[in-house]
């Protein structure tokens, strides 16, 4: 059974945004949004775009609402009493796991439990990590939470841990909780179900040629609604203009998803089968040691 190809989302972005601008992006719309203090505060307004892309897709396809995979960087995790902690999707997970050193050929399942046992769990290993400094982090994060960092490779002896080959999670507060703590050189993913809303750089989309057009003309139409020519949008996202629209490559991919995923009709000569005689049975049996 061959599965569905899949790239990251920057690739996707990559790809997408050499077919629309040949010549390149417009720079203006590639910068992610600072705050005064130079804080990232928003993603780019293309990647703003491309996430309203796949976001709108996944309404209208349930089999883009499936196999969805979120992978944390170690630097965008928190760190909180000897657990890794991140957002919890808005959806249902599935399975959670590290990989190390981005080799996803030796990835380390983790069980899910009931909320609180990560937390007693991590309790009584309360000697084997320290918390994070965070002396860069102003103002402090509330309620004992820290930014990840590798000091918590190595324990107060600054003798290296390593990467736990075992390990548990839980969901809690809308967030998911893991114990022990990753390592600097580990991501967290997680799978699951849902809708999904923002994509990381190394999130997993699907590559399909029908699924890139139809990113394609979303964002496309996009671009035209809020920066270039709307009449040229609605153009682009009208299913009477003729062939060519997003809403025709939308249909394609409802039609794919509903015909890839329907109970399929029995073939006649199944239902006609007979029941085999007495020298079929013996010959099934021959060379059958007792």
Known sequence: MTSIPKITF??????SNAFIWPSGPPENLEATLKDADGN??????????????????????????V????????ATTYFKG???????PNGVVTRVYTIANA????????????????EGWMRNLITGWRDPANAAVVPALPLGFKKAESTTDRDANGVVIGRARAGIWALHDQKIWVAPWLQSNEKLVTQWRGIKSEWTDDDLVTATQDYQKAVRLYVQYGFERDYGDTAKARMIHDTFTGRGTFDEALGDLIWQCREQTKVQKREPQSEDQRGPITAELEDD???VSA
Do not use: S
Not at 10 to 15: E, H, I, P, V
Not at 103 to 118: A, G, I, L, S
């Open 285 to 287: 049996e021959e060379g």
């Open 10 to 15: 920057l690739a996707l972005r990559q790809r």
């Open 40 to 65: 990232t505060i928003a993603p780019a307004p293309l990647t703003m775009l491309y996430n309203e892309a796949l976001a709108e897709i996944a309404k209208w396809v349930p089999c883009e609402q």
């Open 67 to 74: 196999r969805l995979v979120n992978v944390h960087a170690f």
């Open 82 to 88: 000897g657990m890794t902690v991140v957002p919890a």
């Open 103 to 118: 080799r996803w050929n030796d990835r380390v399942f983790y069980v899910q439990k009931e909320w609180p046992e990560p």
